[in-house]
């Protein structure tokens, strides 16, 4: 499972708050032309629509996103096409800076998107880096 312990020069309430834009999560895990944003009545994002391109075209699917009542745990969940892209981050309090997990794996649905699962997962673990580096600037940024 591809997964990356983060450094972020911003206070915690500034990340989770953050992370409740549909432009933090643009381009993470593949997630292109996010839309339609639904947001619980705290404020926090519950949902959007996003593109995907895969070697079959382009796909429009749905996200889900799960915040938990602390405020420091976010998870996200797609199903397309037979897979469950699972994207998870947590965050600590570090005076004032926030370190977080940060993790992103993929599951097959049936027997015969395993292999497209293994495939993706490769390719999810030699980008974890970037895609946690475009988070990172992302939350850091000045508004």
Do not use: C
């Amino acid at each position: 499972m591809p997964q990356r312990k983060l450094r972020i020069e911003q206070p915690v309430e500034v990340v989770w708050d953050r992370l409740q834009l549909l432009a933090t999560w643009e381009g993470i895990g593949g997630m292109d032309d996010l839309r339609d944003g639904r947001h619980r009545s705290d404020g926090t994002l519950e949902g959007f629509r996003y593109s995907l391109d895969t070697p079959l075209g382009k796909v429009d699917d749905n996200a889900d996103v799960i915040a938990e009542a602390d405020h420091r745990t976010m998870h996200v969940r797609t199903h397309t096409k037979g897979l469950t892209v699972m994207i998870d981050l947590r965050l600590h309090e570090a005076s004032i800076t926030t370190t977080a997990d940060f993790t992103i794996d993929v599951e097959a649905s049936n027997f015969l998107t395993r292999p497209l699962a293994s495939t993706l997962r490769h390719t999810l673990e030699s980008g974890i880096v970037r895609e946690s580096d475009k988070m990172i600037e992302r939350l850091e940024a000045s508004k």
